[in-house]
């Protein structure tokens, strides 16, 4: 079975600084891969996903990540950090099969804050 | 285009009672899905569905039920509410390896 860790349930930042959100996942196969963000009282929103050949992915809001196959890691980073971006992020991992994307299994999240 | 919604948006129980989660897409996706979110445990997949008359489970699916008549719907039902089942319930549904999340219902059992 797969699994994702984030280190980190809570990343401290001062605004403009850089932020990175680390994911590592545990597959015998390169799988799919996603980061997804939380708003306060929302819902999850897909920041970015590795599905294919380029492994450094750039996503909304500025943020990118980039896939390590060989440390088997997915980190999240963004160069400035914005007031804005105070949320919690998910990692989550998916097969590469027939359901590639749709069944996800999600890291327990990391919740970052932005000090002025 | 309303996307994904989710009824109601919170909801209080007493151990034992049964209730239904709604969830509705317009947007036509044939794979839909439910997950639990409890604190540092990230979401949980409960049930999922890969088009309409077919359902399976995923990983936490004890005390709970689903069904998928239509590709609109996707409820989930509690059969007798237990404490443990306390959490924030997300319905998804899923396109092009992007899952599309609902606002979320809060639930609470006494």
């Known amino acids: 079975a797969q699994s994702v860790t984030q280190l980190g349930s809570h990343v401290s930042v001062s605004e403009g600084a850089l932020v990175l959100l680390r994911c590592n996942y545990s597959s015998s196969v390169p799988p799919y891969l996603f980061w997804y963000v939380q708003y306060p009282n929302q819902g999850l929103q897909l920041l970015l996903k590795y599905t294919s050949a380029a492994t450094l992915v750039k996503g909304i809001n500025g943020f990118e990540a980039e896939f390590k196959k060989s440390e088997t890691s997915f980190h999240l980073t963004k160069p400035s950090a914005h007031m804005s971006d105070a949320a919690e992020y998910f990692c989550a991992v998916s097969d590469r099969g027939n359901n590639a994307g749709n069944m996800l299994t999600f890291g327990g999240g990391t919740r970052l804050m932005v000090k002025p | 285009n309303a996307g994904v919604t989710q009824t109601p948006k919170f909801q209080v129980l007493k151990t034992g009672q049964s209730m239904t989660l709604q969830c509705a897409q317009d947007?036509?996706?044939?794979?839909m899905s439910w997950y639990r979110q409890d604190p540092g445990m990230g979401l949980r997949l409960i049930h999922y569905?890969?088009?309409?008359?077919?359902?399976d489970q995923g990983e936490v699916p004890n005390g709970y039920n689903v069904s998928r008549s239509t590709t609109e719907d996707f409820p989930l039902r509690l059969l007798s509410a237990a404490p443990s089942q306390t959490s924030v319930y997300f319905c998804?549904?899923?396109?092009?390896?992007?899952?599309?999340f609902g606002p979320g219902t809060r639930l609470l059992v006494l």
């Open positions: 998804a549904s899923s396109y092009s390896r992007t899952q599309y």
């Open positions: 947007m036509n996706h044939e794979y």
């Open positions: 569905s890969v088009g309409a008359g077919i359902t």
